[in-house]
């Protein structure tokens, strides 16, 4: 995801966030937001200073001096200073992805190049999306649709051009500049994974999903506007396999139950446009209606969730389904 | 019809009777349009040599995935006929939204779609850039569940001054075209559409561009967004060279625009500020559609209504106005002379706006070249400046920015 034109080099410090308290995971984009430059040789009194506190105490690291972007990594020498990019610049990065990558939380971005001996240029980009949730949810929408699974991070994938992976707040892309190149670049990412903090697993929302039926990697964590509707927030979904059927199953938590009360009777007022609902016997005021993209809807209520799936075929295992779902929230 | 009408139509009369059949076969015949999805509530322009009718707003799917793909049908089904996507737009969901939905039904054949291949990496390392584009149309096809796009485009979303002629990539899009996998080519441009659109249309070889400008330059990535005053001569050449024309970004600031407006019928008519500025881009000649990222059905309909908003010549004018008003330093040079302690006011923003757009040490160095009093260190902060500034620049704040980042 570098998108940098060969005239442009990256800042090394940009953005404002202030460095957190040591030893929390955040530490990663350390010393980079230090106070701007006065001039080199500053820069360099900072880097020794940064140096003896790393060697000291550990915690938080210098301009240019990072406790994952090391100047070295294995076989690797970073071939410049590290930028970082908030919310407030990250335009200036990838620009146009920016939105998208803000909406799962995004907190701020490291990047760096790194080279081995004379082979072309990674850049390693590390995402710090303030938590594991954000870092899944992220990964989940955003990593190469055509990479197959690796064993790096807490979830990895690799396509031809690059190497990407979650693990706790962290989102991570190595790019792979060279075929040849391409166990090298497993080996630095999984050097980066295992520098970077763990903290949590799994984000505790895949709970809510059933786990007989479910596809393998169809779980997604949307923050907002889920089917297209500026009510349905924080949806978690999955696809499902009910014989020769696939469906797929969300759940959206709302801030309370009055407020899942309202997005329901909106979802409602919009499906009821395309044709009547019927009455569904689950959960709070449930209903199956008819969607001219998704097909049959049925939708419940429970508690501050709404929750449902499509396309309904209105069998018992969809139904199974459903009271596993229903079941689930009702425990929170 | 006017008089002036009457005797354009009859001097061509005339023409056309002395010329016989000689006259000029661009000339004899209306081009071929082509129309698809048209309903009564959108409008359509010929989208350049594409002859393509395309709905004046186009849908930006960077968002787009299949948790969004009822977005799609409120889309299709209000006119719009031009879907954009790009092959890493959420990693290639957005393109699989677009072919799970657009494959059903027939519907393929009545949209236009626009795709982007990222081969930034190969062109800049100088190699492989042929064989990747091939790979990657291959790869958005088959994502997109058809065997052809109506428009493949270089993605940019930095300068690719230096990569518009590029052999290999023009020598890839012939062969796309000749298999069949693309039928007119284009560039996306955020950085320097000016610029870019001018050698799009010069070297010949392009049928679209889309590019990002808007009432005010950005912020954010300050000296490469641009604004509609500074595409004006591309946007001429570009029509002349019957380019179609999309337009990105074209709502920038929005919000801040409208709110500084005086002339009372644009706030009593009840629109938003994005439908204003969609609308007003739409009114520069040149241009044909805009693209708009929408992530829930109320931008949709919002944006469904914008190509049939009339906007009186006192209201453009008002927009104008606002959005010279909004902030943004403009480079008008009214500070110049307004410091009484000699500070470069206008210079420093300019360094600052270069360090921001990636020339670090040049702006450093053009910094340090200036004289201690000239420096944002010497401001007082009288704020002499900001009284003359007519963008309202919060100019005391930008030059203590400015001196953090080039000092």
């Known amino acids: ?332 | 019809m006017e008089r002036r009408q009457f005797l354009r139509c009859a001097a061509a009369g005339v023409s056309a009777a002395v010329m016989g059949s000689a006259l000029p076969k661009v000339w004899a015949a209306e081009p071929q349009v082509e129309r698809r999805n048209e309903r009564p509530g959108m409008t359509y322009a010929r989208f350049g040599r594409t002859n393509f009718m395309v709905s004046r707003i186009a849908h930006g799917s960077l968002h787009t995935n299949r948790e969004r793909i009822p977005l799609l049908a409120r889309l299709y089904e209000g006119g719009v006929n031009f879907f954009d996507t790009a092959q890493h737009y959420a990693g290639g969901r957005s393109e699989e939204a677009f072919g799970e939905y657009f494959s059903q039904d027939g519907r393929r054949k009545n949209v236009f779609i626009a795709t982007k291949v990222d081969i930034r990496a190969e062109l800049k390392a100088g190699r492989n850039v042929y064989e990747r584009t091939l790979q990657l149309a291959d790869q958005s096809l088959k994502r997109l569940r058809t065997d052809c796009v109506d428009i493949l485009m270089l993605h940019g979303c930095t300068t690719l001054i230096d990569w518009v002629t590029h052999e290999d990539w023009l020598r890839a899009c012939d062969d796309l075209k000749k298999q069949g996998k693309t039928r007119f080519i284009g560039i996306s441009e955020h950085a320097k559409p000016a610029e870019v659109l001018k050698l799009m249309a010069e070297c010949g070889h392009y049928d679209a561009a889309m590019v990002a400008f808007s009432l005010i330059r950005g912020e954010w990535n300050g000296l490469s967004r641009t604004t509609i005053q500074a595409m004006a001569d591309s946007l001429k050449l570009a029509k002349e060279k019957d380019l179609g024309i999309v337009v990105m970004k074209a709502a920038m600031k929005a919000e801040d625009i409208v709110a500084s407006v005086s002339e009372p019928g644009l706030k009593k008519q009840g629109h938003s500020p994005y439908q204003l500025c969609y609308r007003y881009v739409l009114g520069v000649p040149g241009v044909h559609a805009v693209v708009c990222g929408m992530v829930n059905m109320a931008q949709v309909d919002e944006n469904l209504a914008v190509p049939k908003i009339e906007l009186a010549a006192a209201q453009i004018e008002d927009l104008r106005r606002a959005a010279a008003c909004s902030g943004v330093c403009g480079f008008c040079g009214a500070c110049l002379d307004a410091c009484p302690s000699g500070v470069a006011v206008q210079d420093i923003q300019r360094f600052h706006g270069y360090y921001i757009h990636g020339y670090r040490e040049a702006a450093r160095a053009d910094y340090a070249a200036l004289a201690p009093e000239q420096r944002a260190t010497a401001c007082r902060g009288c704020g002499r400046c900001e009284g003359i500034c007519p963008g309202r620049v919060p100019i005391r704040r930008r030059l203590k920015e400015a001196h953090d980042a080039l000092a």
């Open chain 1, 1 to 332: 995801m570098r998108w940098l034109s060969p005239d442009r080099t990256p800042n090394v410090v940009r953005g404002g966030r202030s460095c957190p308290p040591r030893g929390m995971a955040g530490c990663l984009r350390g010393g980079q937001v230090c106070p701007p430059r006065k001039s080199a040789a500053i820069l360099r009194v900072c880097g020794v200073l940064a140096a003896l506190i790393l060697a000291t105490a550990g915690g938080c690291s210098s301009p240019g001096g990072d406790n994952i972007l090391l100047t070295e990594r294995g076989l690797w020498h970073r071939t410049g200073p590290v930028a970082t990019y908030t919310a407030n610049n990250l335009h200036e990065y990838i620009d146009g992805a920016a939105p998208f990558v803000i909406s799962f939380g995004f907190e701020s971005l490291q990047t760096a190049g790194y080279r081995r001996g004379a082979e072309p240029e990674t850049t390693v980009d590390i995402y710090d999306m303030g938590s594991s949730d954000n870092a899944f949810a992220l990964f989940r929408s955003n990593s190469n649709v055509e990479a197959g699974p690796l064993e790096v991070g807490t979830e990895g994938a690799g396509a031809d051009a690059r190497i990407e992976f979650w693990q706790g707040a962290y989102y991570v892309a190595v790019s792979n500049p060279s075929a040849d190149e391409k166990d090298e670049v497993l080996a630095l990412a999984r050097d980066l994974a295992q520098a970077l903090p763990v903290v949590g697993a799994w984000p505790a929302y895949l709970d809510l999903l059933p786990t007989a039926g479910r596809v393998v990697h169809s779980e997604r964590f949307l923050p907002s506007d889920y089917l297209g509707h500026g009510f349905l927030k924080r949806a978690v979904s999955a696809r499902y396999k009910v014989g020769a059927r696939e469906m797929t199953l969300f759940a959206c938590r709302l801030e309370t139950p009055k407020e899942a009360a309202v997005a329901m009777g909106r979802l409602k007022a919009f499906l009821d446009k395309q044709g009547r609902a019927q009455a569904l016997a689950r959960g709070e005021g449930g209903y199956v209606a008819a969607d001219s993209t998704l097909g049959r809807v049925a939708v419940f209520q429970r508690g501050q969730f709404v929750a449902g799936l499509y396309p309904y075929p209105e069998e018992p295992a969809a139904d199974d389904l459903l009271a596993d779902l229903d079941r689930r929230l009702g425990g929170r």
